[in-house]
């Protein structure tokens, strides 16, 4: 399996972005697919997932109500819409796929749980300046 992610860019406070996440090699419905950042000096973060089973979807309490992630079956593709983009959301942003549901969903609700997802892409980098 491979993930391509794509999107990223340099914006102002207040607008939007929408990052991209390609699957390839196998159906992007066979996984949960998480979006993770990591901005300079800190640890990664999980920012929200969407799980294979039911697409339900989950989010970081920083990035609730502004973010929404969903899934294009068609297109293999798993989209972040991020909008109301502020300084702090800048950051390297990864998209993930993993086969154990629950485990990679908990770490989008339980920011304190560690857990690696199976396959990693590229990142793609956000900058939210003035």
């Known amino acids: 399996v491979q993930l391509q992610a794509s999107g990223g860019g340099l914006v102002q406070p207040g607008d939007s972005l929408r990052l991209s996440c390609e699957v390839s090699g196998n159906p992007v419905d066979f996984y949960v697919i998480g979006w993770f950042r990591q901005a300079p000096g800190k640890e990664r973060e999980g920012v929200s997932c969407i799980s294979a089973s039911d697409s339900s979807t989950y989010y970081a309490d920083s990035v609730k109500g502004r973010f929404t992630i969903s899934r294009d079956s068609a297109k293999n593709t798993v989209h972040l819409q991020m909008n109301m983009l502020r300084p702090e959301d800048t950051a390297v942003y990864y998209c993930?796929?993993?086969?154990?549901?629950?485990?990679?969903?908990?770490?989008?609700?339980?920011?304190?749980?560690?857990?690696?997802?199976?396959?990693w892409g590229q990142g793609t980098l956000v900058t939210v300046s003035s």
């Open positions: 993930a796929a993993d086969r154990m549901g629950p485990l990679a969903i908990a770490t989008i609700r339980s920011p304190g749980f560690k857990y690696e997802y199976d396959y």
